[in-house]
């Protein structure tokens, strides 16, 4: 793997986890893994490239004019948004239940995405495809979920990489992350009645967020709207925020309802074998100088499974001439005298070592293309060590499956993920 490719990788660990470049922070299977009934049966109109803008049919009175009250909305109360968890939350079971498409959109002058969701009823099968950009680079992701297993693809530079993991809850985050938006405004009543069953709120004045965090921090201005359901589904939410040195916006769109369940996609017979494998791969960083690699328990790590390390702006790879298995662990190092990475199964000693400097990337993928880790570190002068998780041991959320790991700093460590 070169080394813009490993960086567009890690790129897609902040894909989904809700912010718009610099003003904020951005935020498993085996091949044969099918839904328990067979075949999906949405069309193809839900996935990547979703042009059906149509809305779902609102009930309506008498005279065919649907009627609302914002006081029933979720979250809503004298006609402002004062619980904007309330109203996500009411979002996603509303989405869920009856299945259905959402497109997400994010921009500001550093980067840019597009996600597509798309959901069967009753969360049972769903499908996330998009890309995200920053720079030059581009990241393309792709994940689809029945209610087991998720198997993931991302590309780069027209490099492929796969993993599976177990699907471990029913919240995605890219749902949930729209709660930070909803609070980021204060959102009131400006239209009771649209004539078609929703209501709009409007907002103009940034909310600081009370313990400061947030997808938005130091904005001078915003403007956001939001159209809502009776039942709390949100049909469409855009904010546009401004900082002093930049502008930036987030939409959430939705496409349709009333999805069954989501076919596997085309691409889900090009998984390879190696993507199936699951193990606990703890990575740190000891004295500033050589990493750790250790298995913690599950499947093996094969042999000629590569190891790529991005240190002082230059990749070295090796790969592995036996296994991992279940409680090994190895050594990799940046050999002083040559420069070249070599992973040994015994603690490097004291002068044969280039020590690493902050931030490092690091990744395992298996010779048939398998992303088994994918993680970067970071840690201060003062730190003695930096860890990471890797793709077994990270969350399940799809916000860490975009890059195939997540990574935690350890003693003053940054990561990929908030």
């Known amino acids: 793997m070169t080394r813009r490719a490993l960086v567009l990788v890690l790129l897609a660990a902040v894909v989904l986890a809700g912010c718009m470049g610099g003003l904020g922070t951005e935020t498993d299977p085996s091949t044969e893994a099918t839904d328990s009934n067979g075949t999906a049966t949405v069309s193809s109109e839900t996935t990547r490239g979703v042009s059906d803008g149509s809305s ?27 619980n904007a968890t309330a109203l996500a939350r009411a979002n996603e079971a509303s989405l869920t239940e009856t299945g259905g498409a959402v497109r997400i959109r994010r921009q500001s002058s550093a980067e840019q995405s597009t996600f597509d969701l798309v959901v069967g009823a009753g969360l049972t099968t769903y499908q996330l495809t998009g890309s995200r950009s920053a720079s030059d680079d581009a990241v393309d992701f792709d994940l689809w979920s029945n209610d087991t297993t998720r198997v993931i693809r991302t590309r780069a530079d027209g490099e492929y990489n796969y ?15 729209v709660e930070e938006y909803l609070a980021a405004g204060n959102f009131t009543v400006a239209n009771e009645s649209t004539g078609n069953g929703t209501v709009v709120l409007t907002a103009d004045t940034f909310v600081t967020p009370a313990d400061s965090y947030g997808p938005l921090t130091d904005v001078g201005s915003l403007d956001g709207r939001l159209v809502v359901s009776e039942s709390g589904l949100i049909r469409s939410f855009t904010v546009a925020a401004a900082t002093e040195r930049e502008t930036g916006s987030y939409s959430y769109t939705l496409l349709r309802t009333g999805v069954d369940r989501v076919d596997k996609p085309d691409w889900f017979d090009d998984v390879p074998a190696g993507a199936t494998l699951q193990m606990q791969l703890d990575v740190n960083v000891e004295n500033s100088s050589y990493l750790v690699v250790r298995n913690g328990g599950g499947d093996h790590v094969p042999s000629n499974t590569t190891i790529s390390v991005t240190s002082n702006n230059t990749t070295t790879t090796a790969t592995l001439d036996t296994s991992l298995m279940a409680g090994d662990t190895r050594y990799a190092y940046i050999d002083a005298a040559t420069g ?62 975009a890059s195939g790991g997540s990574a935690s700093g350890g003693e003053s460590g940054s990561t990929s993920n908030p």
């Open 56 to 82: 779902p049919t609102e009930p309506t009175d008498g005279n065919e004019t649907a009627t609302v009250s914002s006081e029933s909305i979720p979250g809503v109360s004298d006609g402002t948004l004062t």
């Open 163 to 177: 993993r599976t993991n177990d699907r471990r809850d029913d919240r995605l985050s890219v749902l949930s992350g």
């Open 340 to 401: 070249t990475l070599q992973v040994t199964a015994d603690r490097p000693t004291a002068g044969t070592v280039d020590s690493v400097t902050s931030p490092i990337s690091v990744s395992l993928t298996t010779e048939d293309g398998a992303s088994l880790y994918s993680a970067g570190m970071a840690w201060s002068s003062e730190s003695a060590a930096a860890s990471g998780n890797g793709s077994s041991g990270g969350s399940s959320s799809e916000s860490s499956d």
